[in-house]
């Protein structure tokens, strides 16, 4: 009478399976106010704000900044920022005016827009002036559409880049009867150094896996063991521990286990996961 065979198990642990990051991909570009200072006058409450261009020498274009390049690893966030320094916004005010001075900006990014005339800083009456502005911030999360518009494309190019900034003043009120006026004033600080504004684009990305196999070294194949083949009894039980690292952000891991062949006689046939503990097709 022949025997029966006895089933084989294969247990394989995937132990400490996280994404590894790596430092953020930072591009910073700063640009001088041209002048050495901007005015804008409103007097009239009806017809609302009145702003001016406010000028730099250069300026974000096509090549101030470069996309993201797909072969680097898997782009997970994108935080674009700008921030003024040694600016000095200030108003003036006529009569019973009172009213609201501000810078806005606006940058559009490789065809997104990053910030649409968002205000970096504003003074209202009776406050005269402004040195410390605000920061503007956006970051863009994995899945959100605005993200691909960063990230190159053979055969396509980059949408338009381009950032401008204005001086608004706004009259909000005067006495009646009165021919009242506001003023906005926009110039460097200090005398030794020029205001400006400064731009900057992070890219955060997890590197393209690749599977680690023993702790001083890296792989993408591996033979058990490495001097050539594993042969297993049949009714043996053994375990594979594989570290397979990097691939939280990925969307899975992938592992390949092929080449199980019979030494002798008919052998093991396997065509799915019936004979393996711990694993899950996908």
């Known amino acids: ?64 900044f470069q996309q993201f390049d797909a072969s680097t690893g898997v782009l997970t966030s994108i935080t674009a920022s700008v921030s003024a320094s040694n600016l000095l916004l200030s108003q003036q005010v006529t009569g019973g005016a009172t009213g609201t001075s501000a810078v806005r900006v606006s940058w559009t990014s490789f065809g997104e827009s990053l910030f649409d005339r968002q205000v970096i800083g504003s003074v209202s009456t009776p406050t005269p002036s402004l040195s410390n502005f605000d920061t503007l911030s956006r970051t863009i999360a994995s899945g959100d559409a605005a993200g691909d518009a960063f990230v190159a494309k053979a055969g396509q ?9 204005e001086l608004v003043a706004d009259l909000s009120s005067t006495a009646p009867g009165s021919a009242d006026s506001l003023t906005s004033s926009l110039s460097s600080r200090t005398a030794d150094a020029a205001g400006s504004f400064t731009h900057k684009l992070a890219y955060s990305y997890v590197p393209h896996a690749i599977a680690s196999f023993e702790g001083d070294q890296t792989t993408t194949t591996w033979r058990l063991p490495v001097s050539g083949n594993i042969e297993v009894e049949l009714g043996d039980l053994f375990t594979l521990d594989l570290n397979i690292f990097n691939l939280g952000l990925l969307g899975g891991a992938g592992l390949d286990l092929d080449g199980f062949n019979p030494k002798s006689g008919s052998g093991l046939s396997m065509t799915d996961l019936e004979l393996f503990e711990g694993l899950a097709q996908g």
Request: zero cysteines; a negative charge.
């Open 1 to 64: 009478m022949n025997p029966q065979p006895r089933l084989m198990a294969l247990v394989l642990s995937m132990i400490g399976m996280s994404a590894v990051q790596a430092a953020p991909m930072i591009s910073v570009r700063t640009y001088d106010i041209a002048e050495r200072s901007y005015a804008v006058t409103d007097s009239s409450v009806m017809d609302g704000a009145v702003s001016t261009a406010i000028t730099t020498s250069g300026s974000v274009g096509p090549n101030s």
């Open 157 to 165: 190019p980059p949408g338009n880049s381009a950032a401008s900034y």
